[in-house]
C-alpha cells in the first residue's frame, strides 16, 4: 500500500511538471493523484505580462492532454478548475 502511494506522489509530481512546461499561470492549481486518477482544482490564467490573444481554454486543453501522456495516468479530472479567459 506504501508503494502505491509513492507512485501516486511521483505521478503528480510528474503530472505538475508536465503542466508546468504549457504556456499557463498554474500558481493557484493543486494537482493530486490517487491511484493514477489525477484530481485539479483551483484557477488557471493567461500568464503575467501576456501579449497578444493567448486561448486559455485552449492552453489548459493542451495541458490536460500533457498530463494524459504522463507514464501512469489513467484519467484526468478538470470539473473543478476555474478557467480565467
Same mark, same amino acid.
Given at each position: ?36 486518477? !489525477?484530481?485539479? *482544482?483551483?484557477? &488557471? +490564467?493567461?500568464? #503575467?505580462?501576456?501579449?497578444? %490573444?493567448?486561448? /486559455? ?6 495541458? !490536460?492532454?500533457? *498530463?494524459?501522456? &504522463? +507514464?501512469?495516468? #489513467?484519467?484526468?479530472?478538470? %470539473?473543478?478548475? /476555474?478557467?480565467?479567459?
Amino acid at each position: 500500500m506504501a508503494a502505491n502511494k509513492e507512485e501516486d506522489r511521483h505521478i503528480a509530481k510528474t503530472a505538475r511538471a508536465a503542466a508546468a512546461r504549457i504556456n499557463l499561470d498554474i500558481s493557484e492549481l493543486h494537482i493530486t493523484c490517487g491511484n493514477g486518477n !489525477i484530481d485539479m *482544482i483551483g484557477k &488557471v +490564467r493567461a500568464p #503575467r505580462g501576456a501579449t497578444g %490573444s493567448i486561448s /486559455v481554454r485552449k492552453e489548459f486543453q493542451s495541458m !490536460i492532454a500533457v *498530463i494524459r501522456n &504522463v +507514464r501512469g495516468v #489513467r484519467d484526468v479530472q478538470s %470539473s473543478r478548475v /476555474v478557467i480565467f479567459d
